[in-house]
Structure formats: structure tokens, C-alpha cells
């Protein structure tokens, strides 16, 4: 690496300090052995996102990283000797960092485990892992040598669908797109602070576009069918959203902190679902209602009342709402559905 400017991770990360096409450097070199670790951590997490990782314990822990910003993405190169880092369902609840980080490997073998796959790769591959949700990273040998890209996921998103199939998936290098993303980002890693202002988003545009094109290489890529894993989520959100939907408090941010979700991957994941999750809890509570509204044994209790115990705390808002899905007011179809009941089934309600 070259003899770019030092700076304290503290104050310093690619959301701030990195703008423009400035090179800056950090290593553990800056400070004392016996304080390189927390350094390293604090480091990772302000260039990246929230991770932890393992100690060394064979030797003492050494790790650098260069970085600049490039148009919408950013841009580091790392060497370490740090051999397994996670980002876990802790960290992904606790921060709204919605970011894709592709991991171009330079020399050591890396493994990357992500939503139920693990990718072996070597130098010259490519794979990329989504920050909204959990994954970890293992390095084999001692050292490890990476390019690492981070870039907002829906600039990717933009370019290839399924996305969600595609992290913790291998893309080779020695395909078309590989070898030539390799190439763009090896030159642009030594060209950068030459770019005319003008062309700096048009080359992070084209650099996007071929981490999507090896991505659309993929044997399963473009796929639109749910995940095993998102067909998970999605099925454990609406059991969660039925056993609390008398309460009050329910919202789509409460579940999104019960299931240690970010807003926008809840609202991701209910994308193919026939509506939105806070649609889904609308509908599920004036169907309790409307059940409620029909039942003889529940004629004494008034429809405010009703109401208020399927979650709703503004009659007004209930009583439109029930006429906007069922075109009649709550009380007027509470009249209508026992009207029609046979007496012998009030009787032995």
C-alpha cells in the first residue's frame, strides 16, 4: 500500500471523512499491541458496519485497510490476520445500515456463510453478502488479502433480481464478468484520484453493473420465486403479528424489532406477498371484527368495544375503515348478520 494519510478510526469513515476520491489509511500499527484489537474492531465497524470478531491467538493481531469513496461506492482494500468476523441478528436490529459489501479476493482463501449457503473463495473470485441481514466470514490462511466494495443494496437491486438467492454464491473469476470487475477495480484502486470529477458516478455505475452482471451468471440468478429463507421469515412474521393482534402496540416497527429486522427488510419481504404487512394487520383486525360483530353471544357488547379489543383506538377511524373493506357501517352489518341467524343457532350459541 502506499504511504496515504493516517487517520484515527474514531473520527474517520467511508459515510464521512472519505468523500471525494482522497485515499486514507488505518492500521493497527498506530497504536500499542495491547490496545490493537479494539482498535481493529472500531475500525472495521466505522469503515463497514457493525461486526465483532475473534482475537488471534498465535500471534499478535495485525490488520490494515486503505479506502476511498468512488461516485455511490466505496472502495477498500484490506490485509489481516484476523480469521473469522460476524455481523449478527444483534447488529442487524440494532442499525439501519443497507448496504451490500462484495468481497473481491486478493489472496488467501475465504469462506462466506450467508442465509443458509457458504461460498468458498480464492484469488480472483467475487461474492457478494447483503448487510441487512446476519453472516460471517472465515479466512483460512494466516493472512488474508482483500478488495472489499461497499455499495447501497438498492443500487444493486436495480440491476438484478433475486437478490436474495445470490449472497454467499461464488462468482468465479475466471468468467467474463469477474476477470473484468477485477480489472476495473484493480485500475481504479490505482487510478482513482486521477478521475475527472465528470466520469467519477458513470465509472461507479459501470462497476455496479458488472457486479450484477456475474451475479445474473449465476446458474439460479433472476429467479422470482420466495427463498426457503423467506418464505421462513414471512411465515414466522404473520404467526407473530396473529398471536399479538389484540394489541394494541402492534405495528410494523415493533415487529420489526421482535423479529431483529429493519423496516425496510420487513417491508422486502412481504414485496410478493398479495399485500403490505401493515395491510395485513388492517385486514386481520376488521376480520376479528367482523366475527365478533356476528356472534350472538357478543350482541351485549358495543361495537366500540369490539373494536378497541382487536387492536383499533379510534372508533371513528375503525367504523370508515370497516365501511371502506366491507361497504357497510360496523353497525349496520352487526344488524344485517344476526337478523339472518336461525333462531336455533343463537339459541345454541
Excluded at 500499542?32 to 461486526?51: A, G, H, K, T
Excluded at 422470482?224 to 410494523?252: G, M, T, W
Excluded at 376479528?288 to 378497541?308: K, Y
Aim: aromatic letters at 6%; hydrophobic letters at 40%; proline letters at 4%.
Amino acid at each position: 500500500m502506499n504511504n496515504s494519510l493516517h487517520a484515527d478510526p474514531a473520527t474517520l469513515s467511508l459515510d464521512t471523512a472519505a468523500a471525494g476520491r482522497a485515499r486514507h489509511r488505518l492500521d493497527t500499527l498506530q497504536v500499542p499491541e495491547n490496545q490493537r484489537f479494539e482498535y481493529w474492531l472500531d475500525m472495521i465497524c466505522s469503515i463497514y458496519v457493525q461486526l465483532e470478531c475473534d482475537k488471534p491467538t498465535a500471534r499478535d493481531l495485525f490488520g490494515e485497510i486503505e479506502f476511498s469513496r468512488i461516485g455511490g461506492l466505496d472502495l477498500t482494500e484490506l490485509r489481516a490476520n484476523v480469521q473469522r468476523v460476524r455481523r449478527t441478528s444483534l447488529h442487524t436490529s440494532r442499525a439501519g445500515e443497507d448496504f451490500c459489501l462484495v468481497q473481491l479476493q486478493q489472496a488467501g482463501t475465504g469462506v462466506v456463510c450467508q442465509d443458509g449457503r457458504i461460498a468458498v473463495v480464492k484469488p480472483g473470485d467475487f461474492v457478494v453478502y447483503d448487510c441487512t441481514r446476519p453472516y460471517e466470514l472465515l479466512f483460512e490462511e494466516e493472512e488474508h488479502h482483500v478488495l472489499v466494495l461497499r455499495l447501497p443494496r438498492t443500487d444493486l437491486e436495480r440491476h438484478v433480481s433475486g437478490l436474495e438467492e445470490l449472497t454467499a454464491t461464488t462468482v468465479a473469476g475466471d468468467g467474463a464478468a469477474g476477470h473484468l470487475l477485477l480489472s476495473m477495480v484493480s485500475t481504479l484502486r490505482h487510478e482513482s484520484e486521477r478521475l475527472h470529477p465528470a466520469s467519477v458516478q458513470g465509472v461507479s455505475d459501470a462497476i455496479t453493473q458488472m457486479i450484477a452482471a456475474g451475479l445474473r451468471s449465476l446458474p439460479h440468478a433472476n429467479t422470482r420465486r420466495p427463498s426457503n429463507l423467506q418464505a421462513y421469515h414471512v411465515a414466522r412474521i404473520k404467526a407473530f403479528v396473529k398471536e399479538r393482534l389484540k394489541d394494541p402496540a402492534l405495528s410494523v416497527a415493533s415487529v420489526a424489532q421482535a423479529a431483529r429486522l429493519s423496516p425496510d427488510h420487513l417491508a422486502r419481504l412481504f414485496r410478493n406477498e398479495p399485500v403490505s404487512l401493515s395491510r395485513l394487520i388492517w385486514q386481520w383486525r376488521l376480520e376479528g371484527c367482523q366475527r365478533d360483530l356476528s356472534a350472538p353471544m357478543l350482541a351485549n357488547r358495543t361495537v366500540s368495544d369490539i373494536a378497541f379489543s382487536w387492536g383499533f383506538n379510534d372508533a371513528a377511524h375503525f367504523s370508515r375503515s370497516f365501511k371502506e373493506q366491507y361497504g357497510m357501517s360496523p353497525r349496520e352489518f352487526r344488524q344485517q348478520a344476526l337478523a339472518m341467524r336461525p333462531v336455533g343457532d343463537m339459541a345454541t350459541e
